[in-house]
């Protein structure tokens, strides 16, 4: 098309317009008064908000049962199985690296995971989270974390701790050290007699999966009988209440525990006793008030300002908000911070206690 | 001739009350889309180079006639509004148009039938220069037909396509090298 005849088309083109009659003026006229108009919901209108409703509640619903699912998982991998990385869901990573290995997720929360190495070795790659504590149970032996790279591995009743990154909080019985990147070391410190010994392996009352290797024996056989002229050992009691806990049992190791607290108070096992009894009667028979009276009398064992003082006093934060007990709440939650002002649950009770962060 | 296309918003509206609607004079809009809406219609297929848009850009000019009538100063500004209105509504499509083109929606070059009022001669010219114009940007496109189709002064163009005069004679600038270009591959 040379210039001439673009000319020629732009002539004829400019002449183009389309006739607009009296009907489409009509329907012009109609359309901006409807447009006009304030909008009103149709039955149209309505049927279409309570679809949306449905399928909002619908997806609420799964996505709410599969986190539920999720926490429930028994999850427990082994070398021996298919896995042999274990990627979670925030990023933390865990390698298993034996054969033999047998890690389980024990309880997760928000705020809170647990892991127990019952055999092996593994290595941790934890994912920064201030808010969350990250702890694995290796026997006697609790490791705290809150991001960091680290590796643990069983050592029969003991547990070698080794620190690639940032730094983690190593807690036994009796005491608790933290290791920086770099350091390694064996758990509990031979000075410090581990608490399992020759017959009564349950010595993770923290750990509910170390009961699995005691024999299941009921507590009525574990206890000795009304007739019998001795009274129970501490060491019975405490692998009565583990045996009871994994048969499902919670209520007779509360007995057992309570016990337990009552007749061997001096009894190193005494505190971790009123520990887990107090875990149980939160997390398995949802009594929190109750719960939390076993905290504090955890609590008062331990020792105020020991590693157990000082979960138990987190723990008691948890029971009194779960029972509605706010006030009190926010009262252990100043105390926690009052003591443990560097604590790695102090975000945790903080928020659980309803106070800012900042003081 | 193509059948009449009556779109959906043609149903009459549910109030009677509102029939005797009137803008801010006291002007019915009855009365304005009657006295206006042949120009608006014109200039709105020449911009678009198809009919099938035109009833949509009409409605939204008097829709925004309506909703902004209080800021027009006087009677005879209304002409002047809704060719900015109509020409601000049109490139607004073009370059809608360009991205359904994009994505494999629309067919830039597709044939419309011609329209009743416009001779055979007269809608397959305006085809052929919107196919000159095919890929050139929506705002250089408005003004170069701003000055060619509807020849407009450039102060005028500009004014129209709300940008200055140099950016408006950059614009087609860019949209003349298109059309020689369109121009050379035909030759």
Partial sequence: MSREQLEEQLKLARR????????????????????????RPTARDFRLAAVVLVCFGLALSGGYAWLRSAKTEASIATRNGADERWQLRDGSRIVLESASTVISKRHESPSDVLFELSAGSAHFDVAHRPERAFRIQAGPVRVEVIGTEFRIERLEERARVSVLRGRVRVSWLEGSRVLSAGESDVFPPQSAPAVATESAPASSALAPSTAAAVPSTPLSSALPSATAPTRPTAEALFAAADSARSSGRPLDAVSALQQLSERFPRDPRAPLAAFTRGRILLETLGRPADAARTFAEARALAGARS??????????????????????????????????????????????????PDP | MPPFRTPVSSERPASRGSARAVDGRGERIDDLVRA??????????????????????????????????????????????????????????????ALREFLGFDDLNGVDSPVRGATQEEHLALLRIHRALAGVPANARVVWLLRYMEQERMEEVARLAGCSLTTAKRRLETAQVAVKKALGHES
Avoid: C, M
């Fill in chain 2, 36 to 97: 206006h809406s042949q120009y608006v219609a014109g200039l709105a297929y020449r911009l678009l180079g198809r009919d099938a848009d035109v009833d949509d850009v009409v409605q939204d000019v008097f829709v925004a006639l309506l909703r902004f009538r209080s800021t027009i100063r006087d009677a005879d500004a209304v002409r002047g509004w809704l060719s900015t209105t109509t020409v601000r509504l049109a490139r607004k499509r073009l370059r809608r148009r």
């Fill in chain 1, 16 to 39: 183009a317009a389309p006739p607009f009659g009296l009907a489409r003026q009509q329907t012009v006229i109609w359309a901006v008064r409807r447009r006009s108009q304030p909008w």
């Fill in chain 1, 307 to 356: 590693a157990l003082g000082e979960d138990a006093l987190a723990r008691e934060v948890d029971a009194l908000r779960a029972a509605g007990n706010l006030t009190r709440a926010a009262e252990r939650a100043e105390l926690y911070r009052k003591l443990h002002p560097n604590g790695l649950r102090l975000r945790s009770v903080l928020r659980a206690g309803g106070i800012s």
